[in-house]
């Protein structure tokens, strides 16, 4: 191919790139804003659940020993009448013990105790995992949980587009011999400054948003449950084994706890031996639990139905502290007891990821630089927004012209294809453009010419 021939189809490449970046930057940024707007909040849910319910949560620290869990959860239960679930100590001695009981409109709720009074502060809609309702809805926004399954794709598919934004904007970024490939803003108004803030911002977070991607993605249906099945397959997920003595329910350990490791969440929860005698006393099984160095922050979950467990998990800031133990309920028997060091690799890589991509890792600093990450990309989104604005011609969208090349198009099938094995959703779109594509090209070419 002759020098004019390869400029020609790199120029060609490069603009058909240019396009798909555009028009799929275009249709995912306003999912991008929602998902980093709801992400920065949560990194901080602890902080501002900490605030917003300080009379709930925040109690005055005493010398004396806090009471027993059944005094509290007694308590908790002659304030509000109804079904036991679960038990949270105080995590902290300025902090109030929580109690999880299920009403008789069949909600459940937070209900506060302060554990050297047993003074009952208040109660909440048990917002689960993420501490109050304000934390929940935030969650829910975040993965779009609030429309179904669909809402849930839609999601796996922008973050996987994430993914394919960040690539191609560093080819287009990248210095082809002329003033390309800025490292900072240089325009001072207009369009171009909007540009440099784009392509400047996403330099420097490319590799934080592929990051929070990838440690988000093992939550999604699809990319997720592939994922899942292939760690667990390998053996590089949950070993097998744990509690193979002993009887399995069919419910998910997922469905159960408010926060269980990503990695356990499909395993079945086992079951009681059959009911002999009087369950396990709640106090018995703290002392228990604590007596084999669980985390302080742990939850307990009381047995549901004649064969159901006690369950005691921990999720803390330090991952390597993560834990599961599930108890008989007569006897009080440890029948199964994971911490992060039995898990497979990739299920030991995956709740590392978990934990960073929520800012629990290394403190505030973790926070923050996944603040910062964020919040670039809100700048990008709206920089984004903006260029294209801009440069919209008066009642049209602006999109990019169809290159007339049809090797490009070729090109980009391969790495069409490539990108779909590893992102199906992302595949699945990538079809419906190319279709939308070919047709306006036919279309176009097919309109008789006007003499």
Same mark, same amino acid.
């Given at each position: 191919m002759s020098d004019t021939s390869t400029r020609a189809a790199s120029s060609a490449l490069y603009r058909a790139v240019w396009r798909w970046h555009f028009i799929a930057g275009l249709l995912i940024l306003p999912f991008v804003i929602i998902i980093a707007v709801t992400?920065?909040? @949560?990194?901080?849910?602890?902080?501002?659940?900490?605030?917003?319910y300080r009379d709930l949560r925040i109690v005055a620290?005493?010398?004396?020993?806090a009471l027993p869990a059944s005094t509290l959860?007694?308590?908790?239960?002659?304030?509000?009448?109804?079904?036991?679930?679960? @038990?949270?100590?105080?995590?902290?001695?300025?902090?109030?013990?929580?109690? %999880?009981?299920?009403?008789?409109?069949?909600?459940?709720? *937070?209900v506060f105790v302060n554990p050297y009074t047993g003074a009952v502060l208040g109660t909440l809609w048990d917002g689960g995992a993420s501490g109050s309702p304000a934390m929940y809805v935030v969650r829910k926004l975040h993965s779009l949980e609030y429309i179904g399954w669909f809402g849930n794709r839609v999601i796996?598919?922008?973050?996987?587009?994430?993914?394919?934004?960040?690539?191609t904007g560093i080819y287009l970024w990248w210095p082809r011999g002329k003033a390309v490939g800025t490292t900072t803003i240089k325009a001072s108004k207009g369009r171009p400054w909007w540009r440099d803030l784009h392509a400047v911002t996403g330099i420097y977070t490319a590799a934080f948003i592929v990051f929070l991607v990838m440690t988000g993605l093992p939550w999604s249906k699809v990319w997720g449950g592939y994922f899942y099945d292939s760690a667990y397959a390998m053996g590089l997920g949950m070993p097998d084994g744990y509690w193979s003595a002993?009887?399995? *329910?069919?419910?998910?350990?997922?469905?159960?706890?408010?926060?269980?490791?990503?990695?356990?969440?499909?395993?079945?929860?086992?079951? *009681?031996?059959?009911?002999?005698?009087?369950?396990?006393?709640?106090?018995?099984?703290?002392?228990t639990v604590e007596g084999l160095g669980i985390a302080p922050g742990y939850a307990l979950n009381v047995p549901s139905g004649e064969t159901g467990v006690f369950?005691?998990?921990v999720y803390p800031d330090d991952i390597t502290q993560e834990r599961v133990i599930h108890l008989d309920q007569y006897t009080g028997e440890v029948l199964y007891d994971a911490m992060l060091a039995d898990l497979g690799a990739l299920g030991w890589a995956a709740e590392w990821g978990v934990s960073i991509h929520m800012g629990q890792a290394w403190g505030l600093a973790n926070q923050l630089v996944l603040l910062g990450?964020?919040?670039?990309?809100?700048?990008m989104a709206v920089?984004?927004?903006?260029?294209?604005? %801009?440069?919209?011609?008066?009642?049209?969208?602006?999109?990019?012209?169809?290159?007339?090349?049809?090797?490009?198009?070729?090109?980009?099938?391969?790495?069409?294809?490539?990108?779909?094995?590893?992102?199906?959703?992302?595949?699945?779109?990538?079809?419906?453009?190319a279709a939308i594509e070919v047709t306006i090209f036919l279309s176009r070419r097919n309109r008789p010419s006007v003499a």
């Amino acid at each position: 191919m002759s020098d004019t021939s390869t400029r020609a189809a790199s120029s060609a490449l490069y603009r058909a790139v240019w396009r798909w970046h555009f028009i799929a930057g275009l249709l995912i940024l306003p999912f991008v804003i929602i998902i980093a707007v709801t992400g920065g909040i @949560y990194l901080f849910k602890d902080e501002i659940n900490n605030v917003a319910y300080r009379d709930l949560r925040i109690v005055a620290p005493v010398e004396t020993a806090a009471l027993p869990a059944s005094t509290l959860t007694a308590n908790a239960l002659e304030a509000h009448p109804g079904e036991l679930k679960a @038990y949270h100590p105080a995590p902290g001695p300025d902090r109030a013990a929580e109690v %999880k009981i299920k009403g008789a409109d069949g909600l459940k709720n *937070s209900v506060f105790v302060n554990p050297y009074t047993g003074a009952v502060l208040g109660t909440l809609w048990d917002g689960g995992a993420s501490g109050s309702p304000a934390m929940y809805v935030v969650r829910k926004l975040h993965s779009l949980e609030y429309i179904g399954w669909f809402g849930n794709r839609v999601i796996e598919a922008v973050a996987g587009w994430m993914v394919l934004l960040t690539a191609t904007g560093i080819y287009l970024w990248w210095p082809r011999g002329k003033a390309v490939g800025t490292t900072t803003i240089k325009a001072s108004k207009g369009r171009p400054w909007w540009r440099d803030l784009h392509a400047v911002t996403g330099i420097y977070t490319a590799a934080f948003i592929v990051f929070l991607v990838m440690t988000g993605l093992p939550w999604s249906k699809v990319w997720g449950g592939y994922f899942y099945d292939s760690a667990y397959a390998m053996g590089l997920g949950m070993p097998d084994g744990y509690w193979s003595a002993y009887p399995k *329910s069919t419910v998910p350990t997922g469905d159960v706890l408010d926060r269980s490791p990503w990695i356990m969440e499909k395993l079945p929860m086992p079951e *009681s031996a059959a009911p002999a005698g009087v369950p396990a006393g709640i106090d018995q099984v703290v002392a228990t639990v604590e007596g084999l160095g669980i985390a302080p922050g742990y939850a307990l979950n009381v047995p549901s139905g004649e064969t159901g467990v006690f369950t005691a998990s921990v999720y803390p800031d330090d991952i390597t502290q993560e834990r599961v133990i599930h108890l008989d309920q007569y006897t009080g028997e440890v029948l199964y007891d994971a911490m992060l060091a039995d898990l497979g690799a990739l299920g030991w890589a995956a709740e590392w990821g978990v934990s960073i991509h929520m800012g629990q890792a290394w403190g505030l600093a973790n926070q923050l630089v996944l603040l910062g990450a964020c919040v670039g990309m809100i700048a990008m989104a709206v920089a984004g927004g903006m260029m294209w604005w %801009k440069r919209r011609p008066v009642g049209g969208i602006g999109v990019p012209q169809i290159p007339a090349d049809w090797r490009i198009p070729r090109t980009l099938l391969v790495m069409a294809v490539v990108v779909g094995v590893f992102f199906p959703l992302v595949g699945l779109t990538l079809i419906v453009l190319a279709a939308i594509e070919v047709t306006i090209f036919l279309s176009r070419r097919n309109r008789p010419s006007v003499a």
